[in-house]
């Protein structure tokens, strides 16, 4: 795998793309909040604008990258996220970003199941775990690289040429897919022939292809359902952590820092072990494992917040990390299972359907979690809300063998086409 130059340059893409993304959301934070002067409610609509268009259209863009070429689509994605970037800082009123950062959010809508799915084509079956260990590794280290640059960038070159430099991570990352070889074009379907059927049926049937593969696949329909449970119920309390700092006596901007570089860092370091060892490992019990270590991670969090615990700086870093590697637990192995399961020819709608899932989930679980904290208090949030989780874990723990034997039939069926691809 580390010797094929069309996985090197799509993965040299991938880290461009993804500082381009996290050096950007950190100088959009920048400028909404200090030139801009936004409310907190303007800062949640720039957030809902970037995340909503994957919610909406995670599937549509899935077809995108099945039914067009898949490195054409990364490219003009990476060339229109680099000139979105590039024309922030000359909007004058929030009211004229909101739109252009929709727009951003649905390039990447798009951008997400066309990598996914171009993986999956370039890298040989035997070498997908490491694959998806490798690319979940990059998006969680550049969520700690990224914004530390971002920050740097911001104070010493100004916010608007920060964006100038983001727009340049975009462009390398384009030059770079150049170098990824085009996707075969009998991977591009749908029936040539068949011109009795209109464009619109044509659309909506292919879209529900992908749907129906999920759920006819019982791991990706099963494990689909924990990881968007797990994703929202993890959401409620994961947006108010630096409200429940704010009750420690040493909360701080530093401990709030520290307590997310270590969940990344567990994220990342469990993405490596996984990636090795899930070969030999029931993927769907690690996800439920996952999902009692996640919540235990967020109930002790609010446990010893409430008690005051002392030697803050030890137990809450530890917890972070805690918390990230369970993520990963949760994460990684359904990413690999999912890109080993799927017919390269539909894996953009698979995944775009899991990207609008896991989305949704994002977007709903922060203003529940905002209403409940605000009715119960955040202490009480975080210790149902970590109680919920390892539920979840428990009970799924319960019937992996079950799904793990339902599946079994299922992917012997699809063996011919995944060994085709």
């Given amino acids: 795998m580390w010797r094929q130059q069309s996985y090197l340059s799509l993965i040299s893409a991938q ?15 920048a400028y909404v909040g200090l030139i801009q002067k936004a409310t907190p409610m303007e800062l949640s609509l720039v957030i809902l604008a970037l995340a909503l268009p994957a919610a909406l259209f995670g599937t549509v863009g899935g077809w995108i990258a099945d039914r067009l070429e898949r490195r054409s689509v990364m490219l003009v994605s990476d060339v229109l996220r680099g000139a979105l970037v590039f024309a922030i800082p000359f909007v004058s009123e929030l009211t004229y ?37 490798v690319s979940t590794a990059i998006d969680h280290g550049t969520r700690i690289i990224g914004p530390a640059i971002g920050g740097v960038l911001v104070a010493w070159l100004g916010i608007g040429l920060s964006f100038s430099v983001n ?123 996952g999902a009692v270590g996640l919540g235990t991670a967020f109930a002790l969090c609010g446990l010893f917040t409430g008690v005051s615990l002392p030697l803050v700086w030890l137990w809450c870093p530890l917890l972070g990390f805690m918390a990230g590697a369970s993520a990963g637990m949760v994460f990684v192995p359904f990413q690999t299972e999912a890109q080993k399961r799927t017919p390269v020819e539909i894996s953009g709608r698979v995944f775009g359907t899991i990207n609008s899932v896991v989305s949704t989930a994002s977007i709903v679980g922060p203003l529940f979690g905002g209403l409940f904290a605000t009715a119960f208090g955040v202490v009480p949030l975080f210790l149902v809300n970590g109680s919920l989780l390892a539920v979840i874990g428990f009970v799924t723990i319960g019937v992996w063998k079950q799904v793990e034997r339902r599946g079994q039939g299922v992917t012997k069926s699809n063996g011919g086409a995944q060994e085709s691809a």
């Fill in 15 to 29: 880290i461009f793309s993804s500082l381009g993304d996290g050096l950007a959301l950190m100088a959009l934070m």
């Fill in 97 to 133: 970003l909101y739109p252009l950062l929709f727009l951003k959010g649905s390039v990447e809508a798009v951008f997400t199941p066309a990598k996914n799915a171009k993986l999956k084509e370039i890298v040989p079956s035997d070498s997908l775990d490491q694959a998806v260990a």
């Fill in 167 to 289: 727009a340049v991570l975009f462009g390398c990352s384009a030059l770079l897919l150049l170098l990824v070889p085009r996707t075969p074009a009998d991977l591009h379907r749908k029936n040539p022939d068949d011109t009795e059927k209109t464009a619109g049926a044509s659309f909506t049937e292919e879209l529900r292809e992908g749907l129906l593969f999920v759920k006819n696949v019982p791991f990706l329909r099963y494990g689909l359902m924990l990881l968007g449970l797990v994703m929202f119920v993890m959401m409620l309390a994961d947006t108010q952590l630096a409200t429940l700092l704010r009750v420690l006596p040493e909360g701080s901007p530093a401990l709030f820092g520290s307590l997310m570089a270590a969940s990344s860092l567990g994220t990342l370091l469990m993405a490596v072990i996984v990636g090795k060892s899930l070969k030999n490992r029931s993927p769907f019990l690690l996800m439920s494992l």
